[in-house]
């Protein structure tokens, strides 16, 4: 099976692209490489704007994942109307590329952050969904346009994902468990926000099952799905991080709790992805610190830029505009 990989070169993509390829699919990636390319050489990488996708370009792959767009909520503050195109507007675009070209399946990587403030229960994707922040208007706009070209011969799968976290190849240490992680291990601390926000933390391994499953599942199976290890509390998470770096270090690791609000708290119901997909997570918030401490002398300078989207988004923008 050919699997095209669009926005592949990133963070998920980068460790999802070779596990593609040890099941043993063929896969491809067209990417514009913001953050460059930690990709295997046994992966064919398409340096390219999306956008500039003709129905040639699809032709001859089975299934389509999309994982491209501005892909946090500081890059789509810092442009809100790159943000409403990208994350709103490519999903449509590419999808209705793929289908024309004949491709069977399009999965698109959503996100659980629609579900905005949403507190009182574990969110399923029946709820209805209210958010008022750019990025996770964005995201819904994004899974509403790929949703509505489902037809018999084109199954769209949405995958509402929670935060993503743990090692790839290509780093971010702006994701909650890792930016614990590395503050813990650089300054001994962790600085939490608001302790008692919820969020569905999701390791990356996980991730890359969902997708699997996504990619195996019968063809009549179409829809939103929830997916994430586990919700935890801010503060709960925090606790944990704590825990298991000072028994990895063996080094005491403050907690600094702050009390200031955040627009998003929301937990979600995972029920339909294990029922329909047959997704089970398999990792903790324990194993996302044991898998980043297993990489820690990879990532060197742990403030580098490139870990940091809305610093490379910040000189892609500026570069543009000489
Ligand atoms: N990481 C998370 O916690 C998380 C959670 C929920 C949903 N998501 C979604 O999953 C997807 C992947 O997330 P990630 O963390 O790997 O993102 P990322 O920012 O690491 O990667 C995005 C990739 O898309 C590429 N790209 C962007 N626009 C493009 C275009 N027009 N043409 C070609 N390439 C383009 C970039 O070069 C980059 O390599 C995103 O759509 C994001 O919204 C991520």
Redesign the pocket.
Known sequence: MKILI?????????LLAPALLDHGYQVDV??????GNHLPPSVRVIK????TCHEIDLKGYDHVI???????DPMAEYNPAKNFI??GA?PSFLAYRAKNAGVKRFIY?????VYGHALDHFYTENDPVICDYP?GIS?LQGEKGVLQMTRKDFSVIALR?????GH?P?M?MD?IINTMFKTAMTQGKIIVNNASIWRPI?DIRDAIIAYLRAIQADESVNGIFNVCSGNFTVGAAANTVREEVEQLTGKKIELEIKKIEDFRNYKVSIDKAKAALGFEPRFTIKDIVKDLYLHRNEYGDCEKDEFY?IRVFKKLEADQSK
Request: proline residues 0%; glycine residues 12%; aromatic residues 14%.
């Open positions: 669009a926005g592949g070169a990133g963070y998920i993509g980068s067209i990417d514009l490489l913001w953050f390219k704007d999306l956008f999309f994982l491209a767009g501005l892909s946090n990208d994350n490519l990587a959503s996100s659980c952050s990025y995201k994902q929670g935060t993503v976290c790839s290509r971010r994701l999701y989207n």
